[in-house]
């Protein structure tokens, strides 16, 4: 499928759909359209807001979508701004990882499969959002391999550490240096071409879809010492047991996993839109005590299992799915209305 001649394909059925709109009637370039616009939301944990109840029962329980996640916030936000979405579909769901786009995932009950993402996609969809890449990364397992507590105590939160055998208090200079550093240089490469096929895909299967890849709200702050006090009613750090010299190194990773999305939205045929959540949380990180919208990695969530709360695992809490919901109904606006 990502091939030259795939990319051709698709690269002209975006520069088709270009055109028509472009001889559509006079003045429809400054106004959004006044018909709903069909849309498919895709992507993983942070479009499905996991953390945030209830979530979304039947086939794909174990997404663990939220009924309210950030594209029925956003879906609102525009249609009070007389923007409709017709939403096809949302099919995003936890675990899901870049290639789950085009291949089926199975979720925590072994059996128990999803298809492929882009089996929403419809050839008169026109716009496709979404968030992926995390997973692909292997943010958790970079977690893991950073957090002693999460290897014990995070049952719920798949993959291993990169490498079990070195402690956890030694993961900054394991992924700044030899094996670690390798393992991520690959993962990021992965990451790259995994998102060059996605974009392309929407192209081929929904030929006349706006594409928009949303990244990653921020995590750790700029200022790490912030990290060093619990947030309001919590008794754990945000971060748990990660050391504070190991905190840059997991904010360098996510802004270079960011500069990743923001390049392959940008290198795709015909172009993508990005937003940048990153750029716009710098204030409201896990460490931002009563102002933060992202869930510290062992403060309870609104998921119970039995009598026990999931944790958030730094997924957004409902202050942060709202911010991402303004960013990506902004964005979304802006599009329809060029």
């Avoid at 947030?231 to 996993?257: C, E, H, Y």
């Amino acid at each position: 499928m990502n091939t030259p001649a795939a990319r051709r394909l698709a690269g002209a059925a975006v520069a088709l759909g270009s055109c028509l709109a472009l001889a559509g009637p006079a003045g429809s370039a400054d106004a959004a359209p006044a018909d709903p616009v069909p849309t498919v939301f895709f992507g993983d944990s942070y479009t499905a807001n996991f953390g945030i109840a209830p979530f979304q029962e039947g086939d794909r329980t174990f997404c663990f979508q939220a009924k309210e996640n950030y594209p029925a916030v956003a879906t609102r936000r525009l249609a009070d701004k007389g923007i409709a979405l017709d939403v096809q579909s949302d099919v995003s769901c936890g675990g899901a990882l870049v290639h789950h786009f085009w291949q089926e995932q199975e979720l925590l009950l072994p059996g128990v499969k999803v298809p492929p993402q882009q089996d929403a996609l419809k050839q008169d969809t026109r716009l496709a959002v979404g968030s992926m890449g995390g997973n692909t990364l292997g943010f958790n397992r970079i977690l893991k391999q950073c957090s002693d507590k999460l290897r014990t105590e995070g049952v719920l939160l798949p993959g291993e550490p990169v490498d079990g055998d070195e402690p956890a208090s030694k993961c900054g200079e394991f992924f700044e240096s030899g094996d670690g550093k390798n393992w991520l240089d690959g993962k990021f490469e992965q990451v790259s071409g995994d998102l060059e096929e996605l974009l392309d895909r929407i192209a081929y299967f929904a030929p006349d879809a706006k594409r928009v890849l949303v990244g990653y709200p921020r995590l750790v702050p700029e200022d790490t010492a912030k990290c060093l006090t619990a947030a309001p009613g919590q008794t754990q750090l945000p971060f748990a047991d990660i050391s504070k010299d190991a905190l840059p190194v997991l904010d360098q990773i996510q802004k270079r996993l960011n500069d990743v999305m923001k390049k392959a939205a940008a290198d795709a045929d015909g172009g993508a839109d990005f937003v940048d959540l990153y750029a716009h949380t710098g204030s409201n990180t896990a460490c931002d005590g009563a102002n933060r919208s992202i869930g510290g990695l062992l403060e309870d969530s609104q998921i119970k299992f039995g009598n026990d709360h999931v944790p958030w695992y730094a997924h957004p809490n409902a202050k942060g799915r709202d911010m991402q919901a303004k960013q990506v109904a902004d964005k979304v606006e802006q599009i329809l209305n060029r």
